[in-house]
């Protein structure tokens, strides 16, 4: 198991470092340069300041001699500055990663706990009128416009209600635990009614596969009950698929982050990636997006390994 | 799962108990003032970059040696006076030999003095050695400094004492005595930093790494707290020279998205929107319908010049009958009634009726769509098909209209110019691309084939040298340097920009801006669309507030602003 962790861990390694070459490449083709969005809101700067500042951000020189440059740096420790944020890009992504780590985390596991069991029950009982309400609950959320429910949860819990700040990481001069946790409901509520639909759905759809399995009418002919079945047999082997979609469902919250961040103004890496590839930091947007290669990758091998444990027929051993 | 349930309504329900109205509360003690914009400042130096968060938040910390004001007229902020050839505190010079212009014309030499009051946070006084470091980074190549014009132009700076100085420049402009772009910077702290390797001065300076350090800033405000891309929070700074401001603490809240930004202010969350970086002007007017009883929404007329360039290499439109038609075939007046509900005024010119400078006397495009019609016969595009006019070679009048996408109020102005211009028999293809692809790219190559649209941000009395001299026309062989991105060429023009910029004869100053403007009315190297206005939303207990519109901040006189009793 730990040499087949160390052969995926080393492949990682190997698509980080191509993943960074093809993001640079085309965060580099990429029309316009910091400089030249400088220059469209200044009537005052010249051409030839022009010139002199791109020469001393390094933007005159070719593209591959820039990407050495930067990749020397990045493997003694120096991924460079933020051009946005005049910070270095270690410094800066830090906090976020925090932010977007609680933010992720906490919708992932309140979506899992709310998906799992209303999946199985919607399995379970399905065609009745609790899975068709589960379903309908299901679509909304799948189909709900990201932007348009945070704004939504925003005027319903902040302005309507005024029970929840409308957004920000905590409020200003009061960095307390419960002032944090408090500005982050509505951020959560939203990332988990986004993502909580299409968890129900898989999880519904892979236990009525399973249910119809012949070891599933075996453990019903020995006179196992219902609970048993359903526990014991069903949901463990209907996991596995459900695990592989987690898994990928994973990154996307990532993504998916990135608009409940801005609407919600909460510091997270989504957010900032974005604003990194629009105001063309480079550096920030390049470090932001092999992050979100990382985490992917990394999901994925997790997944992998909930397999094994899922299922003791799947070994990872030579 | 029915337990699950009831724990988590009963959860919601004792949360809502438990923080009632976890916005601000309206009536809270009104020595707080919590400002939303919709921009981070990329850096707070105030010599490196330029963006309008910055100088909003700048506004509040530091103060300009000069900078126009709420008349538009230049005056002193960090100086007691401005030096002019009257008082004798300008004079002219030669230029000494080796310097280019040496006997062809003269320098002037500049005396300033700093405000005697003007003290740094720490308590250390802003002195002369703070402006020579200043000058000593600014003239750095390596420096970082993203405007460096000024710096170029002076030659040297002498001391006389701790508070006086004395700049030798090496030109005689009109607005010779403006010092708006040296903004003072801290000898005592940054000097080292500087000393240490300029080349990465701009990644190590304190504005930066240490923005809450008082001997950085020396205005009403210093600012106490950052955090990045978030908030910045400003208290009054000790050591200020000025009257005392009102508010005890200042919070700018940075919120990118407007709809979220206006659902803030709703909820208690911040108290007013800047105009500065706010809502666009639509969003204000539907936010004034529903919620002006609540708040007062200010509309400031600014020298935002919203226009459409025009590629001077398109033969269709190198012909000045197909341009003239094309103003006469819109109703501009209209457009600005029934989108912007008339806040934003129809533009002859690229100069502002605001602008002391300003030609009322130029050619004025109403529509009309008979003479527009006559224009286009005469130029040729008399075969009317299925509505598009066409030549005789069978060639239809089609142009490209290009746009930065996702700017919803230019997307919908696109689409009216592109119905006015249909009923012309013109058919116009619209194609936006996204502000970096747009900017970055399309305009700074040359690369739109028609027409595009955008804004020009400007100064009072601004000499448009960058977007009409015929030397700033972006080619491959000068890199694309320069902003007349038309192609526009002109003699005239050219000899009227030159004279302009040393012109110290208002008199004669202004018949050449006039001149310039009936130029520019009648020949069109840009179609004139409106002058943009920022919507300010103010509580309004607010008092004090006054944006100038133009480029300076309405935070440069913050400590004017007050908590009154609306």
């Known amino acids: 198991m730990l040499r087949y962790l160390s052969h995926r861990l080393l492949e990682a390694a190997v698509v980080l470092l191509g993943m960074s070459f093809l993001i640079y490449l085309l965060l580099g083709l990429m029309p316009g340069d910091p400089i030249d969005l400088m220059a469209s809101g200044d009537p005052n700067i010249t051409s030839a300041d022009l010139a002199r500042l791109k020469a001393v951000y390094g933007l005159d020189r070719p593209l591959l001699e820039r990407y050495g440059h930067w990749l020397h740096g990045a493997l003694t420790g120096d991924f460079g500055y933020s051009r946005l944020y005049a910070l270095p890009v270690t410094e800066l992504m830090a906090p976020r990663l925090g932010n977007t780590a609680l933010l992720m985390g906490a919708s992932f596991a309140l979506a899992l706990v709310l998906a799992l069991p209303a999946g199985v029950l919607a399995a379970v009982r399905q065609r009745s009128w609790l899975d068709y309400g589960l379903n309908l609950f299901a679509f909304a959320g799948i189909s709900l416009p990201s932007f348009w429910l945070a704004l939504l949860m925003i005027l319903l819990f902040a302005v309507t209600l005024g029970w929840l700040p409308a957004g920000g990481v905590h409020a200003v001069g009061d960095d307390s635990l419960g002032n ?32 119809r399995a012949d070891y599933i009418r075996t453990a019903r002919a020995k006179g196992l009950g219902p609970r048993g079945v359903v526990l014991g047999h069903a949901l463990r082997n209907a996991m596995i698929p459900v695990v592989t979609i987690l898994a990928l469902n994973f990154g996307t919250l990532f993504s998916g982050s990135m608009v409940v961040e801005t609407m919600f103004a909460y510091q997270g890496m989504g957010k900032m990636i974005y604003d990194a590839i629009i105001g063309n930091d480079f550096n920030l947007a390049l470090v932001g997006l092999l992050f979100a290669t990382l985490l992917t990758l990394l999901s994925n091998l997790g997944a992998d390994v909930v397999y094994a444990w899922l299922d003791p027929r799947i070994s990872y051993v030579d | 799962m029915r337990r699950l349930l009831a724990l988590t309504i009963t959860l919601v329900a004792v949360l809502g108990m438990a923080v009632p109205g976890a916005g601000r509360a309206a009536d809270a003690a009104r020595d707080e003032l919590v400002i939303g914009i919709t921009q981070f400042p990329s850096t707070l130096h105030p010599n490196i970059d330029s963006m309008v968060a910055k100088s909003y938040v700048l506004g509040m910390t530091q103060r300009p040696f000069t900078a126009d004001d709420h008349d538009w007229q230049l005056a002193c902020f960090l100086c007691t006076g401005l030096p002019t050839f009257e008082n004798g505190l300008a004079v002219r010079e030669p230029l000494p030999e080796g310097v280019e212009g040496h006997g062809e014309r003269d320098g002037v030499a ?22 020579l470091f200043t000058y000593e980074v600014g003239k750095h190549s390596q420096s970082g400094i993203s405007n460096a014009e000024l710096y170029r132009r002076i030659l040297g700076i002498d001391v006389i004492d701790a508070k006086t100085f004395v700049v030798h420049a090496d030109r005689i402009t009109f607005d010779y005595n403006g010092l708006g772009d040296f903004r003072v910077l801290p000898a005592h702290l940054e000097r080292p930093i500087f000393e240490q390797d300029p080349a990465t001065y701009r990644n190590r300076t304190l504005f930066d790494t240490d923005p809450t350090n008082p001997g950085l800033w020396f205005g009403p405000y210093r600012i106490t707290e950052v955090a990045s891309g978030s908030h910045i929070a400003l208290e009054p700074n000790p050591t200020w020279w000025g009257s005392k401001p009102h508010f005890k603490r200042i919070v700018v809240k940075v919120i990118e998205n407007t709809s979220a930004l206006e659902a803030n202010l709703l909820s208690g969350a911040i108290d007013m929107i800047a105009g500065e970086l706010g809502l666009t002007l639509d969003q204000a007017l539907a936010f004034e319908q529903r919620n002006g009883q609540q708040f007062r929404v200010h509309y400031q007329p600014g020298l935002l010049y919203e226009h459409v360039d025009v590629n001077l290499d398109n033969p269709i439109l190198a012909d000045l009958r197909v341009r003239k038609a094309l103003m006469l075939g819109l109703d501009r007046q209209a457009m600005s009634e029934q989108l912007f509900q008339g806040h934003q005024p129809v533009a002859d010119t690229k100069i502002s009726e605001l602008d002391w400078v300003y030609n009322p006397d130029v050619t004025r495009y109403s529509e009309d769509l008979e003479a527009a019609g006559a224009l286009l016969d005469e130029a040729g595009w008399t075969d009317i098909r299925d509505g598009i006019r066409h030549d005789a070679a069978g060639e239809p009048l089609q142009l490209e209209l290009m746009t930065t996408a996702g700017n919803r109020t230019r997307e919908l102005v696109a689409q009216v110019l592109q119905s006015q211009w249909r009923r012309l028999g013109i058919d116009i293809r619209i194609r936006n691309e996204p502000a970096r692809v747009f900017f970055g790219q399309t305009l700074d190559e040359r690369r739109f084939t028609g027409l595009a649209m955008f804004a020009w941000s400007s100064m009072p009395e601004h000499v448009p040298r960058t977007i009409m001299h015929s030397e700033e026309i972006p080619t491959a062989a000068n ?11 002109n003699p005239e023009v050219d000899q009227l920009i030159d004279k302009i910029e040393i012109e110290l004869d208002r008199d004669k100053r202004k018949a050449m801006w006039h001149r310039l403007q009936e130029i520019y009315a009648e020949e069109l190297p840009a179609l004139p669309l409106y002058f943009r206005a920022d919507a300010h939303i103010w509580p309004k207990w607010l008092d004090g507030i006054r944006p100038t519109g133009h480029m300076q901040p309405s935070t440069l006189w913050v400590e004017q602003w007050g908590a009154g009793t609306g």
């Open chain 2, 110 to 131: 500049l005396t300033y003095t700093i405000q005697p009051g003007a003290t740094w946070g720490d308590g250390t006084p802003v002195t002369t050695a703070d402006v």
């Open chain 1, 180 to 211: 944090r946790a408090l500005h982050l409901v509505l951020p959560v509520l939203t990332l988990t009614l986004l993502t909580v639909g299409g968890m129900l759905r898989f999880t519904r759809s892979a236990m009525i596969e399973t249910l």
């Open chain 2, 479 to 489: 890199q694309w340097a320069g902003q007349n991105y038309g192609g526009y060429v």
